[in-house]
Nanobody, 122 residues
Framework: QVQLVESGGGSVRAGGSLRLSCAAS????????MGWFRQIQGKGREEIGR???????SLSDAVQGRFTISMDAAKYILYLEMNSLKVDDTAMYFC????????????????WGQGTQVTVSS
């Protein structure tokens, strides 16, 4: 059973930065695909980006240039570096995992963390 634990959320002023972490356990080797999502209260879930075990990564247009997704592959820790935060970035942030490359491409993940709240104030 894969377990994902996010951390690093909090409250920050607009223009500030945060780094989210997602520690994964319960699997090893490859292939794998991990991603970051966010959900604003009352709205649907939005994919921010994902990274695959072969090194491929993607980032949504909404955060391109401000956010960076990376991974410590040796420790299975996924990161989301968030800079120039805006009030609109306020959301619950989740990490997700799948061991199936095709499900990754379909943006279908099998395991989810409990989420970490990010609140950006003006």
């Amino acid at each position: 059973q894969v377990q994902l634990v996010e951390s690093g959320g909090g409250s920050v002023r607009a223009g500030g930065s945060l780094r989210l972490s997602c520690a994964a356990s319960g699997f090893w080797g490859s292939p794998y695909c991990m991603g970051w999502f966010r959900q604003i209260q009352g709205k649907g879930r939005e994919e921010i980006g994902r990274i695959e075990s072969d090194g491929r990564r993607s980032l949504s247009d909404a955060v391109q240039g401000r956010f960076t997704i990376s991974m410590d592959a040796a420790k299975y820790i996924l990161y989301l570096e968030m800079n120039s935060l805006k009030v609109d970035d306020t959301a619950m942030y989740f990490c997700a995992f799948t061991g199936n490359p095709w499900r990754c491409q379909a943006r279908e993940f099998d395991y989810w963390g409990q989420g970490t709240q990010v609140t950006v104030s003006s």
